[in-house]
């Protein structure tokens, strides 16, 4: 079947549920503050540096991405909150993990498919779940955010080539597993 295939194989659905790029959820600070320190040093130790994104397509400017080695922070990374900066930095340092076990141009190979796009943004958006749900103070609605995020991304990281009906029930079923 290859990557562009249009539908989910089981294999597809273990990876998304695996908590192999999850670290363990004790190692996140309860206190925002820390949380987000302990991700930046984390993210520093791997030898990524940050950058604000300026100066890019306008559409670009609203995420946070990672890419050759540096974080780039959205436009409005800094007018966030201490718990949704750690989210975003937490999200990103699975990135890196990821890059680390599959090699940059792997990560990109996976990254450019449907498929291997949901393979890899689906364990970082579980993580930046988790850490919005620890250290938001009860401000941070998991169902909402789901319900929000799934058809955003579906545009956005250009998920067409997943039946619709499937991306939908498996994305929101496996983002909000094992939250806590």
């Known amino acids: 079947m290859g990557l562009f295939t249009k539908t989910f194989r089981s294999s597809d659905l273990r990876h998304a549920r695996s908590d192999y790029f999850l670290p363990d959820i004790g190692e996140i600070p309860k206190d925002p503050q820390e949380a987000y320190d302990k991700a930046y040093n984390l993210i520093k130790e791997a030898g990524w540096s940050f950058k604000n994104r300026k ?7 609203k995420f946070t991405m990672t890419l050759r080695k540096i974080i780039w922070l959205s436009s409005g990374f800094h007018k966030k909150e201490i718990w949704e900066k750690a989210a975003l930095l937490w999200h990103e340092y699975i990135h890196i993990l990821q890059r680390k076990k599959w090699g940059h141009a792997s990560f990109l190979r996976r990254y450019a498919t449907a498929r291997g796009r949901w393979y890899i943004e689906t364990p970082a958006y579980r993580m930046s779940i988790r850490v919005y749900e620890r250290l938001s ?4 609605n998991a169902t909402k955010y789901v319900e929000s995020k799934v058809p955003s991304m579906r545009k956005s990281y250009w998920l067409g080539l997943i039946k619709n009906s499937q991306y939908k029930t498996e994305t929101a079923r496996i983002w909000l597993q094992e939250r806590t």
């Open 137 to 140: 103070g009860g401000k941070f």
């Open 55 to 61: 100066g890019t397509f306008s559409h670009g400017r």
